[in-house]
């Protein structure tokens, strides 16, 4: 493959997917890559950027959170408002962190882990009496959707509204999504002023969850304020459905491909933990996060100026033949598993990875339990986010029909 003529600016390149053979390419010619200036810069800020592409050095520059910094957001596309865990260095970010992570406390979260276990139940059990449904946005999109929302005590009657106009923000980019873009910021306000409707409403009359306990925890620097609280508010909403609904419905569409396995899991629910690691290997819902270099380094042997810009992309790593054996064999069996799906480490190793591990597991053990057989009755589709988010792509339609147990 000639490198002149990548542009991963490009929204049809990954209109099928993540182009793995691109990032093969890089992998083996040029694991640190400066992308050249293309028509797509636009969505980047205008500015260069490198691609590291080995797992190595994706892992090296993860954990090196002193020398690579995580203050200008995750993004290409915006710059990050020091607010959030995933624009956040040093002591802020370890404080934040710490006060956010004490909300899920051990009771918390083994009645989070019911509650995913009785929206599983439901959202299959509703399914199957459909017969034939739209996987991703039936199936997979809803479990995530109803357990952030329990984390954030959001109302019932008010969560279709809520993860439809977080839908349409994310999606609104691509050109195949019938909201236009330019409705995006509308969207956002709207978001936004209802988190901050939510913050208030938890610290008026506090409910059994998350949020309630967020909103006054404190440490010798006092409680989170609203601007922390309304970023959290947004950082769970957009990252915390996405990501794991991406996880599932790509799950599935391979184990669809892959009917001895898909048996295997269901004749032996014992393998379900082994399979969730390889479904997340696989799918590697966030494509990359930005960095900057605090001062001159380098990567690989490959100098990198101070305040340049370096993305780390986790689906490459989880591909790297140097650190998976046969890396593009999907095997629920696999061993050796130490994916970087979650951030491959360091400071920044996502906080909602035990919750998300465990959604992906409960609700395949309660599929393939209800189900007799499953069947693809349809092409799927992918929807573009573009570049300058680090979700970039999705699974957008796995149309399937559903045979009861």
């Given amino acids: 493959m000639n490198l002149e003529e990548i542009d991963l600016t490009q929204q049809e390149l990954y209109r099928q997917g993540f182009p793995h053979d691109v990032f093969t390419a890089l992998r083996e010619q040029a ?41 200008g957001g995750p993004g290409l596309g915006y710059e990050g408002s020091g607010l959030m865990l995933t624009d956040m260095d040093g002591q802020p970010h370890l404080r934040q962190r710490k006060l956010i992570s004490s909300g899920f406390t051990p009771r918390m979260t083994r009645r989070l882990e019911d509650q995913a276990r009785e929206w599983a139940v439901k959202i299959v059990e509703r ?14 999109y809803q479990l995530p959707m109803h357990m952030i929302a329990d984390v954030l005590g959001i109302p019932i009657e008010d969560r279709d509204w809520l993860f439809a106009a977080v839908n349409d923000m ?34 008026e009359t506090p409910t059994d969850d998350v949020l309630s306990v967020l909103v006054s925890v404190r440490d010798d620097l ?10 959290f508010f ?66 690989a042997g490959v100098p990198i100026a101070k305040g340049e810009r370096v993305t780390l992309w ?10 998976f054996e046969d890396p593009f064999r999907f095997d629920i069996h696999r061993k050796q598993n130490e994916h970087m799906a979650f951030g491959g480490g360091g400071p920044h190793f996502c906080l909602g990875a035990h919750l998300a591990r465990r959604e992906i597991t409960i609700l ?42």
Avoid at 129 to 139: G, L, S, Y
Avoid at 194 to 203: A, D, L, N, T, V
Avoid at 314 to 323: E, H, K
């Fill in 31 to 71: 694991p640190v890559w400066r992308h050249p200036q293309t028509s797509g810069f636009e969505q980047t800020g205008g500015e260069g950027f490198w691609v590291v592409s080995r797992y190595e050095d994706i892992r090296d520059v993860n954990r090196n959170a002193g020398l690579f910094l995580s203050s």
């Fill in 127 to 140: 399914a199957l009496e459909r017969e034939t449904v739209e996987f991703v946005q039936d199936v997979a």
């Fill in 234 to 299: 947004m950082l769970l909403t957009v990252a915390g459905s996405e990501t794991t609904r991406n996880a599932i419905s790509s799950g599935l569409h391979q184990l669809l491909a892959e009917p001895e396995q898909l048996e295997a899991l269901r004749r032996d629910p014992s393998l379900m933990k082994g399979a969730g690691e390889e479904i997340i290997r696989w799918s590697s819902p966030v494509a990359y996060f930005k960095r900057l270099a605090a001062q001159g380094t380098e990567i």
């Fill in 364 to 405: 395949f053990e309660e599929l393939l339990k209800r189900t007799s057989g499953i069947e693809q009755v349809g092409e799927v589709a992918y929807s573009v986010l573009g570049i300058g988010n680090p979700i970039l792509m999705s699974l957008g339609k796995l149309p399937v029909r559903l045979k009861a147990a």
């Fill in 314 to 323: 986790y689906p490459s790593g989880n591909r790297d033949a140097a650190f």
């Fill in 222 to 231: 006092g409680t989170l304020n609203e601007l922390e609280l309304d970023a």
């Fill in 170 to 203: 994310l999606l609104c980019i691509d050109p195949e999504h019938p909201v236009p873009e330019s409705e995006r910021e509308g969207l956002a306000a709207q978001i936004f002023g209802y988190g901050q409707k939510i913050s208030s409403q938890k610290r």
